[in-house]
């Protein structure tokens, strides 16, 4: 039986597994999210000439790059939005 501290008004927990899963989705999803932010500005900056962190920055790099920051950008998003019932 469950701790009464962590029981909800009528006796059931506050937050079902689905709850859980839901939350942990969501974490996982802003956490995407930021690593494509992080990678497409990465990549902003160096291509602009600020940061030299890359031997190479030429059209290869730009050509999966930037397609790479909106994928994981994207699925982050989709994580977020995704419900779970």
């Known amino acids: 039986m469950a701790d009464s501290a962590h029981l909800g008004s009528r006796g059931e927990a506050p937050y079902t597994d689905a709850d859980r899963r839901a939350r942990r989705l969501r974490t996982w999803g802003w956490l ?29 790099d730009v050509a999966l790059g930037y397609p790479m920051a909106a994928a994981v950008s994207f699925a982050g998003f989709a994580m977020i939005r995704t419900r779970t019932t």
């Open 32 to 60: 995407t999210l930021g690593a494509g932010i992080l990678m497409g500005s990465a990549h902003l900056i160096a291509h602009r000439g600020r940061l030299e962190f890359l031997s190479t920055t030429g059209w290869e």
